[in-house]
């Protein structure tokens, strides 16, 4: 099993910035890939962006490109996400997900283990 907990979330004004973190534990090394899905109220969930460990492979929704940026720290097995020039419709609960083996990446049904999410809400 691995286990995900996501900090980093929190109230900011549109066009400011915030750093999501995932820390991973338990059996880590089964980890191919591990990303952000986003849900806001009344939506489905949705992909964000995907990083595979050994590759550092990096895959992004369309609507984040050029203001998201994934990365790893594979020493402390966290994933971050650094979001800036955020948008009132990028607020949502955020979650971290990992998989065990290469996947669709946009399909958040791939995705093996998940964390209990982090609120991002973005004032305008």
């Known amino acids: 099993q691995v286990q995900l907990v996501e900090s980093g979330g929190g109230l900011v004004q549109a066009g400011g910035s915030l750093r999501l973190s995932c820390a991973a534990s338990g059996r880590t090394f089964s980890m191919y890939g591990t990303g952000w899905f986003r849900q806001a109220p009344g939506k489905e969930r949705e992909f964000v962006a995907t990083?595979?460990?050994?590759?550092?492979?990096?895959y992004y929704a369309d609507f984040v490109k050029g203001r998201f940026t994934i990365s790893t720290d594979n020493a402390k097995k966290t994933v971050d996400l650094q979001m800036d020039s955020l948008k009132p419709e990028d607020t949502a609960v955020y979650y971290c997900?990992?998989?065990?083996?290469?996947?669709?990446?946009?399909?958040?049904?791939?995705?093996?283990?998940w964390g209990q999410g982090t609120q991002v809400t973005v004032s305008s």
């Open positions: 990083i595979t460990w050994s590759a550092g492979s990096t």
């Open positions: 997900a990992a998989a065990r083996g290469r996947r669709v990446w946009g399909n958040w049904k791939q995705y093996d283990y």
